[in-house]
Structures are given as C-alpha cells and as structure tokens.
C-alpha cells in the first residue's frame, strides 16, 4: 500500500499555490492535513502527479472572532477547532472527529475540499451558512457554503483554486447529535441544528451526497411543531441509501433520531 | 509483580521476559529485518472473484527492470491439503493462479524491486486478461459454476455425527425448538500482517524464512517437501511475531512463493510485507456459518435431543495443511458443549465458494457453535418460562458426571461449568441485576438484558484427542532442549512459538522451577527450526500444556543429570540432594554445598573431576504428549443495554470465569482471557468481512472492517475456578476459551432485553432495530 | 528530495522520493523500527509517532513534509541513562502489551494523553487512546497502565 509517483512542491504563498495548481493542468492536488487524502493515494485510487504542500503558507492557520462569527484559517487544524472557546459549535463538531493523532493534523480548509458528505465540518458549515473565501487565478472569491458542495465528494471548486479561509456564524443556540457505529468513525448521519434570530435551521449529513438542510423539519418547527414532529419531518424528506450499516428504513430512523435529540439539545421542546 | 529472582516463580506474574525489548521499539518483527541486496516483493491480486485467466503480458513491467514471476513459472507446485476423511474432496491450491482465479484478492503474480513502491509500480504493469466466471458467494446457494471441478457441488467433505435415537426422540418432546443461525464472516486481524523474508544459499542448497508464522516447524517440512529440499536444509526463523490468532497456523501461497522466487534469485533476500488491504483480502477469514438447529426439550427444560444442519462456507481452498473440514468438524464435534446430550444429530459440511479461504481464527467454529447451542437453551426457556440460568444448571456436565462422553465420543474430563457459572453470577450480582432489569421495566427506563454462555474449551490436545480432520500428521507433542551452560546460566530451546502470549516467559518459569534456579538465570529460546528439535505450534490452546509439559519434563531430566553429577562430587546420594535458587544442599543441612555453575564448570571444563560413568555437559532434550486433551470449563454473563431508538447495545458489566487449572502466570492467564473476550464482543457487535454478489469484499480497510477500540470494549471483570487438569503442571489452555462466549452473551442478552430473537449475526444496530422495528409493526 | 529532521534529540537526514511516507523513512532510511506500520491508512495507529510535540499518524505524513520538524519516536522515550519511561514501567508493569505491535503507537499516544490531560479517569483514557487499535489485550492492561502512569506522575514524589 504505497504511493504512486508525484512531484512534491511546497509553495510560500496562495499565489504560488494557486500558479503550482494551474500548472499541473488538473492533475494538482492540495496537500493540507492529508489524512483523507493520503490514505486514497496509498491505495492508489487517487494518483496526483503533483502534490502542493500547503502547510507552510503563512498566516492561514489561525482561529479568529470576526463580529457575529469566528473566521478559521483553512490550515486551522481539528485539534485548534476543538480547544477553541469562540464557537462552542465549532468545538463540539471537532471533538467527533476521528481521534487526536487525526485532529493534531486535519484541517478545516482540507475537511471542506474533500466534501465527504458524512464529514462533520461540511455539515457544520452548511448549517451556520458558512461563507468560503476561494482564491484562484483572478484573485479571491467567497461564495456560501451551500454552494461549495455539489456532490458526493465533489466541490464546485476549480482544479486551480484554493480555500484559504472559511467564515463561520455563531448561532444564537444549536444542539448536535451524531450517530456512528465506532467511536471516532465516520458518520452514518449527523444532525446539526442551529438558531439564527427566530430561525431553527436543520442540517443532515451522511444521508445524501452533500450536507442537506432538512426543509421540511425547518418548516414543521416555524410552524411550532415539536422535536418528534420535525424529526418525522426530517426522516421523511431525505432519501438515504442502503449501505453495509443498514437499510432505507434504519438510516430514515437514525436521522429522525439524531435530528430529534440535537433539536432536545438546542432546547426544543421534544 | 516484581520478578523477584528466586525459584518457586511459577504462579507469579514475572516481569516478562519479551517486554524490555517490545516497550523500547527493539523488538525483531520480520519486516524489520535488514539484509544487504535484499529486494522487496509485492503480490499481483486478481481482481475478480471467479475467472478464467486468459493471457499474461508482463513485457511491461519487465522492460521497466523489475522481475516477475507468474503462474507458470511455479505451475508445478501446488499446496494440496489431505484428510483421511471418506467424504474428503482433495483439491490443490496453486502458489500464483493460473488458468483460473478462485476469489478476488488471489495471487497471480509478483514483482520483485528495489524497494516497496517500486515492486508496487511494477504490478500496475503486469496485464493479466480474464474471462469472467460465475461466482458462488453464499454457501448455501447451489453454484452455477463450481470452484473446483473436482467437487462440481462444491461441498469439500461432509460428516454426520449421530448418538442415540434422534427422530423417536423428536417425536416424543414437550417442546421442540427451531432456528436458523447465521454467523458472520470474520477473521484474526493481527496488528501485525503476514511478512516473510526469504533468502537461497545455491552454494550450499540452503534456504532460509524468516516466517511471521505460528507453524515454524511445520512451514519448514512443508516447504522442504514442496521445494523437493531436505528438511534440515530449510530454517524458518518466526522471531517476534505481532498477533497470530489462528491466521498465521497457515502455510500461505504467499509464503511458498517467496521460497520459490528466492531459489530462482540466489542470494538475493526477497521481503515481502503484507499491507492490511492485502490481509483482509487473503489471509484467512473464518465464521462464516449457517446452523439449521432443533432441539428437543422435556416439559422441565431438560435437553433431549439435537438435530442440526450445519454448512460453513469454506472459501476458495482447502487450507494447507488444516484442509477445509477444519471449522465444519469442530462445530459437529463440539455443538452440544458442556451439555449432557444423548440424541444427536448434525450433518456438517464444509463448502468452497469464490471468497478468501476460511481458516484457523481463536476459537475455531466453536464461537459460532456455543451461540447456536444456547439458543436453543434462551428460546426453550422462554417457551418454558425458565429462567435462563435455570435450564442451563438442569442440562450441564457436573463434575460427577466427569469423564463424560459427548454424543460426538470426546470426552470431557472438567465439569466445572456450574462452578464457573455460580461465581460469575456472584461477580455480577445476579439478583440485582434482575432487580435493576424489572425496574426498568417498570419505569419504562432503556431495557437492560441479561445474557449467559457455558462452554468446553477442548484445550492441549493429545494423540488421542483428535477433533481435527485427520490430517496424515498428529499435533500431539512437542519437544524441549534445556541445557545449563558452563557458568551455570541455562538456555532453552523450546519447541512453543510465541505471538504475544509470553511463552519466554511462561517456558523459563516452568524450567526454572523445574531445574531449581531462577528465572533471571534462564533465558529462552524459540521460534528457529535450527535452535529447536520440534514444535507444531500454537494452536488449539495446546502450548501451555503440551510446550509447557516439555519444558518440564526436560527441566527434571536435566536437574536429575545435574544431581548425578553433584552427588558425585560431592560423594552424597542423590535422593538426599535438592537444588534451589541455583544452590544444591544436603537435606538436612543448613547451608548449600555447591552452586549449580560449580557443577556446571565439571560438566564441561573440568573433565577430570568427572566422577566415573557421567558424561560431560549437562543437557536433555525430551519430548511430551498429554494423550488426551484437557477440557477448560468457562461461563461468561453480561448485563447489557438497548437503546430501543437507535438498536445500539452498552454493555453494563462483562463477567468470565474460567477453570485454566494451574495458572502459571495469572497477569498473562487473565490477559488472554481479556483478549480473547475482546475479539468475541468484536466479532458479536462489529467486525464482518462482506462480500457483494460478485464476489468483490466490501470490506477491505479498517474504514469499514470495524475491529473494537477501547472505546468499545467495557471493563471486563474475570474470575477463575482453578481446577488442575491431570498433566504434570495442572494447566489447562486458555488462548481462545474467550472467544466462545460473545456471540451468545450479546445475543442472548437482546433476546433478554427484547424478547427479540437475534439470527443473524453480528447484533449490530440496524439488526436490532429492524427486529425492534419488525416487533412493533406486528404489535 | 533531502529531508532535514531532529529525530529523538538527534540531527538526521534522509534522501528520499516524495512519496515515501515519514514511517518508512524512520524505519527504513534511519534503521528506526520500532514505529510500525498495521495499515498504512490512518486507521490503526501503530506508526503513533510525535511531530513537533503532537501525536501524527507517521504513514499519513510523507518524510518531506518533516522537513525540519522534531520527531520523537518510541526509541526516544527513555531517559538519557536508559531507565524507562514511567509509561514503559506502566506497559510491562500491567501487561499493557502482549505482542508488542501495537505497544510504539500506544505508548506514544499514551505520552501525550499524560501531558495534555493530567489525572485522567479511565473513561477519559479509553476514549483518547481509541484511535490505537490493539489486537491482544482487550485494552484491559493498556488502561490499568496508563491510568497507573498518570496516578504516579500526578502524585509528588
């Protein structure tokens, strides 16, 4: 289990990343915290023939309030997310990720590019309507979160382009739930709701290609609904596969559930 | 704890021996063996799980300067494992592929390189064309296409075991209980993966294999007959070897290949380290069953009759040397477990399917047995409204009963199980866990069940013992060399292999005591067929018994030889002589006369102090057999909790007490226990290798073949019942007895919580919701 | 590529394609075995080394992203004089170890569990040290040893 060939360069700034990227006309690919990435190189099911060595770019790696939100460097790694006191949301996300020895090197910027829809981050991202800051040939460009993600691991970013930083607001209260068979292992469904004024918003992921907001749930709990109803709500809307871990049935059971508790832990009524 | 440096160390828990080197990041693995030339090997695997291989074009990868072998280069050597069974279908396993590929992950080339990657590089370069055939995945779905052409069925060998007057029995139950049992797929999982480093001395005719194997010996005399070598020409060399479990009792394709290709490249030392996407897909799975169970009770719970049908999917290969009848005949011959049982019945067979061969894993088929079996017992009494516990004292062996023949014709020398299972209640407060579960109950609080498993343990194994295919080998001895060296100090060379399970440590308490000297002042050594005379190696729980009875017998032998000598010396009778703590003093004297390396100096140095008639040096070598086997009671209980949302179970308390008879070492005893329950709750809850219905595994990384963590595994509480076992050191084994348990525990517990009975396994969350779910809609 | 590193105190240097990860450098390229490899793709935890002080998988990082980084190794966990680090003592003092393959990696994780979370219950120590797979023990020997290591370093002396 060992990689195939490339070419390593580690550039000093998002201009020469950006430049490295083009260059390699599509078969670039960004290096940040590798632990999704390299393990796909080893079994050779991804083969880059050039790797850019991001974590050296300078001024990217840091944590910081900014008005109604924290803005976190794309190289912030999961270790950081979790310690940090300014988006409890943010941390707790963390904390589900993998394990330490996965956190001390994964980073933000890296767990959104990769787009796994049962990644914890995208769903975080998508549910406080995170704002991605993109830099790319022609400068830099932000778009929402929602449109970041267009697919089972797929972005709507560029071969050239680089996430170099993402905005994420504070909800006003949120409750998180998550359902995995081991501890550390990826989600078989994540549920995040966040408030945003007098908004409950619900966010899914694991359940379809790219995090989903539960529209339907959104609407039941405007509408004054309870926990249970938004979680039927929820569980009805999405169309979950059949996978190694259970059947249609089982996976709309598991998100109604885990939408039901993170909505006990925002503090709606069950 | 501390290994205080006298003699009498046996059944203390001694600083091992292994561990200084193992905490420090010095311990010898194969793959951090370092030889000059050496080159790296990686495996070209098919694919596809059924094919016909049409054509190979290695002109590529040639050109690029690497080397590559490919089935036809070995075409002539087969691994052909044998059974003197009457319904035994023989069948070759090739060393690489050719003309057809059985399952996916087979080898079918190899690419031999500078260094890892680029052999890895090499194989992308070999094209290899095939013809797809259809695959069997299931065993118990008739083929389209057989595996072998030999066995146009697939089924490999099929037995009927019978006792008694099953179908008059049947007809004249209180009650009759039915149920189809599916286990699931799994395998060892070693931290460490197969590895191998060979290398060929033409000058000389001489091959040697450093060999991640439990078999040392038995690797070398298949090899030396596969290659057409003298024995004594080929050493296999198995030094720290990380985790075993059963999946490195195997001789491998792999392993002869490596053999083969450095005959073909003198000199030149060929590695190869099997990465865990390779170990998943071809080292050997295991538990791959279905039990068609019936069982007869009287009105009272008192078991009359078994009537099953059992198939295990066997994979693609009869595995060399064990052959494919290894699981199908243990779980025939050990169904009824530590029951009293006069009507028997069950037909077991093993069949070939397009999957990766099932082999020896920890416990071998009894994991899945002992579930089928107490699930008759936990459906019977909820029929009979029994207490779980209640229909099990009714039915087990007691020791009065002991030697008692199974309806299989073993026989069982413990009859300990209710001992066990009354102090395992006691550890986990049965009452009050009963009291807690009806408060639950009552409070409409998660559901918590009770799960219960008695087993027999069919431990060190004999010539008389046989539970196995009736290979042309019997496992039932093993030998050991123990000499004092000169200054006094002795060195072992023991037949016993080691994989974790400390036998350096274990072998120099039993020589140490044996002898009368320390257990700093004897150092051990295993695992090299040249060191040792014979060892078939760790399997079947035999090496604490059988390696250990030779250490021992070896160990008197030799202090008898040190004592002759002494005597001599010091113009004493040797019955008035005793040797301890290195010293040897006349009995009734205060103080010692000689120290041991005295008369070891004699023994070698001093040859003109010899008395008359004593040879110099100071050394024996013995072998020993127990005969029969030596039967380990165990019972395991565990209160568990359902989440009735999301069918995920949090196991509350864990409890196991086993009869290991004499306990050596109890820190190691008790590690082995834990261990062996650990790979059973994993096997119970999370770990199946799935194939889809091509034939491809869908499970082949750790991403998704789910091995517990820390996180999952509860405090386990471990109780014994020491009974000793009639060998010389009252040991009985206790490698896998863990294993034997989970299955029914969890199971069983669901079925407690739920009244939900669990068929399928492994109880994973959607199964229970779905039984949950499927309970609900019928209510 | 050169790769310039500090492993275990001591300046080393390697010369390796980008691709090889940092573990095979250590184990091969420095003759460093005791990090080892049980998957080589991040789940396993075995090649557990420390990189700049933080616990990394060494076969998720390749050599040249060290590059000037301070790796420690298990080879590096004992003192100067040879004694054993207390966590070592814990390992063989509890039989946290049974095969040793995946003892490096614990023991390195373990390190680092000791230095960030003081006094650690044994719930806290079985839900950290759960990205280090072990095989052997039932993780029973590996959570008395740890939990004693911190008992002891938490105690004065």
Redesign the interface.
Known sequence: MKCAPFDYVRPAGVGEVVTTLRQAGGDGKILAGGQSLVPVMAMRMARPSVLVDVNRVPGLSSVETDGDAVRVGALARHALLQAQPDHPLLAEAASWIGHTAIRTRGTTGGSLAHADPSAELPVVAVATGATVSVAGPDGVRELDAAELFTGMMTTSLADDEMITSVRFPRPSRWGFAEFARRHGDFALVTAVVTEFGDELRVTLGGVSAAPMRAHAAEEVLAGGGSARDAARAASEEIEPTADLHGSVPFRRAMAAEMVRRALVRTGVEE | ??GEPTTGSLGR?V??K??????????R?V??L?LPRMRHVAFLRSPVAHARITGVDTSEAVGTGVRVFTGADFADVELRAQSALPSYVETGQPVFAHGKVRFAGEPVAAVVAA???RA??GC?LVEIDYDPLPPTVCAWEPPEEPVHAEAPDNVLLERTFTAGEVDETFAGAAVVVERDLVTNRHS??????RAGVAVWDAADRRLTFWNGTQVPHIVRNMIAELMDLPEGNVRVIAP????G?GVKAVLYPEDVALCLMARAMPGVPLKW?E???EHLLAATHARDHRYRMRAAFDGDGTLLGIDADVTCNVGAYSVYPWTAGIEPLMAGGLLSGPYRLAHYRATVRGVATNTAPSGPYRGVARPASVYAMEAMFDSAAARLGLDAVEIRRRNVIMPEDVPYKMPSRLVDDSGHYAECLDKALDLIDYPSVRAEQERRRAAGEAPIGIGVALYNELTGLGRAASAGPRMPFRTGHDACTVRINADGRVTVFSGVTS????LETTVAQIVADGIGVTYDDVDVRIGDTDASLWGFGAFSSRQAVIGGGAAHRTAQAVQAKLLDLAAGLLEASVDDLRVVDGRISVVGEAEPRISVAEVARVAYLESHRLPEGIEPGLEATRFYDPIRGAFAAGAQVAAVEVDR???ELTILSYVCVEDAGRAMHP??V??QI??????GIGGAL?E?L?YDTDGNL??G????Y????????P??VIGHVSRPAANPLGVRGVGEG?TLGPNAVLAGAVHDALGIEIDTLPV???RV??AL?AQEVRA | MDVHLIVNGERAHVDVEPRRTLADALREDLGLTGTHLGCEHGVCGACTVLVDGAPARACLMFAVQADGAEVTTVEGLQDGDGALHPLQEAFVAHHGLQCGFCTPGMLMTAAHLLDTHPGADRETIRAEMAGNICRCTGYQGIVDAVEAAGNARDTPA
């Open positions: 704890m501390s828990s600083r091992r292994e561990d200084q080197r193992l905490v420090t990041g010095h311990g693995f793959t951090d370092e260094d890892r990657y890895e590089d992308e060892g999982n070693p931290m460490e993966c720290d070897v990380g985790g479990f380290t990465d865990r996407a994989q974790g399970q400390g949302t999301t069918g820190q190691i008790d590690g834990a261990g062996s329950i650990a790979q999370y199946h799935v869908s499970t990384t750790l991403l998704d789910l091995m517990p963590t820390s996180a999952e595994i405090e386990m863990g994973s969350p959607s919701w779905e779910h």
